[in-house]
Nanobody
């Protein structure tokens, strides 16, 4: 079965770090730019980050820049989202997605995606 599976979400206090994983099964992530979107309660899903096919570059929304980092582990066919200094406003369901576009090219969203994960819930609260 071709799918993306997120893991690593949970309930954490403000200021701590969390790492989300996006693992692919049935296909290789190495050919895809991988994006993370997030959907806060009562709001629309928005793009927050994108890592290039090579893993050598990534784009981030201003709201997470400097706190979130994307990196790839090709051997594990997984992309990780490291989230530091979490804030209550980071509370959301986080989705990873693979797009057929050639690379991020500075974008955080695309018109079409080949695969979506089921989402990982992150709650930041004291």
């Amino acid at each position: 079965q071709l799918q993306l599976v997120e893991s690593g979400g949970g309930l954490v206090q403000p200021g701590v770090s969390l790492r989300l994983s996006c693992a692919a099964s049935g296909f290789s992530l190495v050919y895809y730019p991988i994006l993370w979107h997030r959907q806060a309660p009562g709001k629309e899903r928005v793009g927050s980050s994108c890592i290039s096919v090579s893993g050598g570059s990534a784009n981030y929304a201003d709201s997470v820049k400097g706190r979130f980092t994307l990196f790839r582990d090709s051997a594990k066919n997984t992309v990780y989202l490291r989230m530091n200094s979490l804030k209550p406003e980071d509370t959301a369901v986080y989705y990873c997605a693979a797009t057929k576009y050639s690379d991020c090219s500075g974008r955080l969203t695309f018109n079409s995606y080949d695969y979506w994960g089921q989402g990982a819930r992150v709650t930041v609260s004291s």
